[in-house]
């Protein structure tokens, strides 16, 4: 009965081993240098858009910050890729479309899907 225990073991241990050593190989056509690098290229492309997406929102915020008329304090940008998507409120009905003229004069702009809305004040007018 041990004989049988201590084999199975074994038999476990190097399928295991096996296992992972045929895991970490890659095919044999493919050097292993490249295959590493190929890894590494395609990681950062996620962060690249992301930052591009940051940047592209700064620059739209940054224009709408140079028009003292309009207080940007409760408008959001979203950016994706090149597309704008602008939401908040503003104070009155006419900075809505300042705002989107504003943002569609960035460079690099593309769209504009405008959702801002009037801020009703509490006075009830």
Not at 74 to 81: E, L, P, Q, R, T
Not at 97 to 100: I, L
């Given at each position: 009965m041990k004989k049988t225990t201590?084999?199975?073991?074994?038999?476990?241990t190097?399928?295991?081993?096996?296992?992972?050593?045929?895991?970490?190989q890659g095919d044999a056509s493919t050097p292993a240098g490249a295959q590493a690098a190929?890894?590494?290229?395609?990681?950062?492309?996620?962060p690249t858009d992301r930052q591009a997406n940051r940047?592209?929102?700064?620059?739209?915020?940054a224009a709408i910050g140079?028009?003292?008329s309009i207080n940007a304090g409760?408008?959001?940008?979203?950016?994706?890729?090149s597309a704008i998507t602008l939401n908040g409120t503003v104070s009155d009905t006419a900075q809505i479309?300042?705002?989107?003229e504003i943002a569609r004069g960035v460079p690099g702009v593309?769209?504009?899907?405008?959702?801002?809305?009037?801020?009703?004040s509490f006075g009830g007018m």
């Open positions: 201590v084999a199975g073991l074994a038999i476990a190097l399928v295991a081993a096996a296992s992972m050593s045929a895991w970490a190929s890894a590494t290229a395609a990681a950062p492309a996620v940047a592209m929102r700064r620059k739209v915020y140079k028009d003292k409760n408008i959001s940008v979203g950016a994706k890729g479309a300042r705002v989107e593309t769209s504009v899907t405008n959702k801002l809305t009037v801020k009703k």
